[in-house]
């Protein structure tokens, strides 16, 4: 009897080794990555979203970021300089940001918050046009001179000397219906073209399909946390793997319903608002004809996917289709710039607005359009 009880432990004993021995295993390859993630400095995305710092009275305004990747951002607010310059536009929060997201880029507005001159009458002889939209016309994360309105201007200033003004009236934040807001500020600047610059989630959206509103990642920017929060990176015994786990599982399940939720933006999903988004491209064409001018419409792509398979195709389709059949002029940027690689035309990686060199490959593909709109009678 003894030599069998013997003989059913023995089993036992080595399955509980075994066990312990890949229990082992994993801890140990799990401290590995865990060691490599540190030495890598990798922080989870989730804790580095953009911030902001802005005065009272919108003109003045500095964009935020945890690091320099590219050597793009030249404001780095931990220089005593930089400290002095700007800690007055918001000393009650500027130390809290700086200290996480010293990298800035800095924004100065007119009265109407444009990135631009204030309106003033036009010049005999020169043809002015104006660009509105939102932030991706503004230019986030961009200095002023890279702009697509400013770069647009330097061509078309090369191309025809001194025949061309282009005025920026991007603002950001806005969608319809409160994008208007920008139109009617454009609109002040009298403009021979107006240049509606669309981006994928200006539409209207009816109080139902708001009401689907669960991302918090619209492939822009991170909205789980508001660009005016702080929140420190994580302490010292936070695991990183657990983050680079989290953030994996994250990216996948916002990512896949974030797509379908601007799919159905464009679509029967959202189909009171669609129409009531063609009615208001169809209005500021009228406004802009009866002012004398002329509209186009122009859409930007999302910076998502452009190696292809590109997953926004249908709402540019179906965009056009539009703008064709109300006989509005229209110019897709999408071709622009699929095929390149979506990352290098980003703000930050956690900021997915165009950077400089997608303002630049926008402006030089608009520069054919708008001459050929401003000789056509």
Not at 47 to 75: H, K, M, Q
Not at 216 to 238: C, K, M, Q, S, Y
Request: net charge neutral; hydrophobic share 40%; charged share 25%.
């Amino acid at each position: 009897m003894s030599g069998e009880r013997r003989g059913t432990r023995i089993p036992t004993r080595a399955w509980l080794g075994n066990l312990a021995l890949a229990l082992a295993s994993v801890l140990l390859a799990l401290l590995i990555v865990e060691v490599a993630l540190r030495i890598m400095g990798f922080t989870p995305e989730r804790r580095l979203a953009t911030r902001r710092i802005v005065d009272a009275g919108w003109t003045t305004l500095l964009d935020c970021y945890p690091s320099n990747p590219r050597g793009y951002f030249e404001i780095n607010l931990h220089d005593p300089a930089n400290h002095e310059r700007y800690f007055s536009i918001a000393p009650h929060r500027f130390e809290s940001i700086a200290r996480w997201h010293p990298w800035a880029v800095v924004s100065h507005y007119n009265h109407l918050r444009f990135r631009d001159v204030p309106p003033a009458a036009r010049k005999r002889g020169v043809y002015r046009i104006v660009i509105f939209g939102d932030s991706f016309t503004e230019g986030q994360g961009v200095k002023e001179e890279h702009t697509v309105a400013r770069v647009l201007g330097d061509l078309l200033e090369e191309e025809q000397p001194a025949r061309f003004e282009v005025r920026n009236c991007g603002r950001r934040g806005l969608d319809f219906p409160k994008l208007l807001e920008g139109f009617e500020g454009a609109l002040r600047y009298e403009p021979d073209l107006l240049v509606y610059a669309l981006v994928l989630n200006d539409a209207v959206r009816s109080p139902e399909f708001q009401a689907r509103q669960s991302y918090i990642n619209d492939w822009i920017l991170d909205r789980e946390r508001l660009p005016d929060e702080t929140v420190a990176p994580p302490g010292f015994l936070t695991p990183r793997t657990w983050d680079l786990v989290a953030d994996r599982v994250s990216a996948w399940r916002v990512g896949r319903e974030t797509t379908r939720w601007y799919l159905d933006m464009w679509g029967e999903g959202n189909a009171e608002g669609w129409r009531s988004t063609q009615g208001i491209i169809r209005d500021m064409d009228r406004r802009v004809n009866r002012q004398g001018g002329r509209f186009l419409v122009v859409a930007w792509p999302l910076f998502v996917g452009l190696e292809e398979p590109y997953p926004f195709t249908p709402i540019h389709e179906t965009v056009g289709r539009f703008c064709l059949g109300a006989g509005i002029p229209w110019f897709d940027l999408l071709p622009v710039f699929l095929g390149h690689r979506t990352s290098r035309l980003w703000v930050h990686p956690v900021d997915r607005h165009p950077n400089e060199v997608a303002h630049r490959m926008a402006a030089e593909a608009l520069v054919p359009v708008v001459l050929r709109l401003a000789d056509a009678p």
